[in-house]
């Protein structure tokens, strides 16, 4: 089985900061990745799939890159409502798994 | 509005049976790939299984031979039959609709609020 690891875990941050994110697939994938932001008590969010394609209403602060094992989400300037956890996913060889979470808190 | 509503969530013992329920509106139900996906209390997002627009179906190994998913696509919902649950099954269960239409491998773009499943006794 294709195993996703994200890294950092815990990532503080302020206003306006960068923020990069990173998912790690055991096995390539191709493009077949895909991001979510969940807040707590409610369902997660689709923000990028298909590595870099952002889903419909998602601001243009988050933007994804990476193909094959390696994969980053970023968030250009981080804004008051992108403290959440975030995951990534991959869709392929008819499973899904996701990644253990990065959780973006306040620095 | 498109939208998926979970029910069907409780407590139940272990070893014991739960059906889930997912509601579906507001998109051509019979044209996209369905899935039901778990989260632990504190914990990451699991996928458990799948079912296609020709009603294929997938299950994740940790539930496999103990959950059946099936649709009736007259009625738009689609079900998550339990058996045998553990004490580890306790989690919220999402239903989730698939991206693309008739794509059966697909990342998923709405999720219904969840239903809470405890298992303990």
């Known amino acids: 089985d294709i195993q996703m690891t994200q890294s950092p875990s815990t990532l503080s941050a302020s206003v306006g900061d960068r923020v990069t994110i990173t998912c790690r697939a055991s096995q390539s994938i191709g493009s077949w990745l895909a991001w979510y932001q969940q807040k707590p008590g409610k369902a997660p969010q689709l923000l990028i799939y298909k590595a870099s394609s952002l889903q419909s209403g998602v601001p243009s602060r988050f933007s994804g890159s990476g193909s094959e094992t390696e994969f980053t989400l970023t968030i250009s300037s981080l804004q008051p409502d992108d403290f959440a956890t975030y995951y990534c996913?991959?869709?392929?060889?008819?499973?899904?798994?996701f990644g253990q979470g990065t959780k973006v808190e306040t620095k | 509005e498109v939208q998926l509503v979970e029910s069907g969530g409780g407590l139940v013992q272990p070893g014991g049976s739960l059906k889930l329920s997912c509601a579906a509106s507001?998109?051509?139900?019979?044209?996209?790939?369905v899935s039901w996906v778990r989260q632990a209390p504190g914990k990451g997002l699991e996928w458990v299984s799948a079912?296609?627009?020709?009603?294929?179906?997938y299950y994740a190994d940790s539930v496999k031979g103990r959950v059946t998913i099936s649709k009736d696509i007259s009625k738009n919902m689609v079900y998550l039959e339990m058996n045998s649950l553990r004490v580890e099954d306790t989690a919220v269960y999402y239903c989730?609709?698939?991206?693309?239409?008739?794509?059966?491998?697909?990342?998923?773009?709405?999720w219904g609020q969840g239903t809470m499943v405890t298992v303990s006794s």
């Open positions: 996913q991959k869709y392929s060889s008819y499973s899904w798994t």
């Open positions: 989730a609709k698939h991206l693309t239409p008739h794509w059966e491998i697909d990342t998923f773009d709405i």
């Open positions: 507001g998109f051509t139900f019979s044209t996209f790939s």
């Open positions: 079912i296609t627009v020709t009603g294929i179906t």
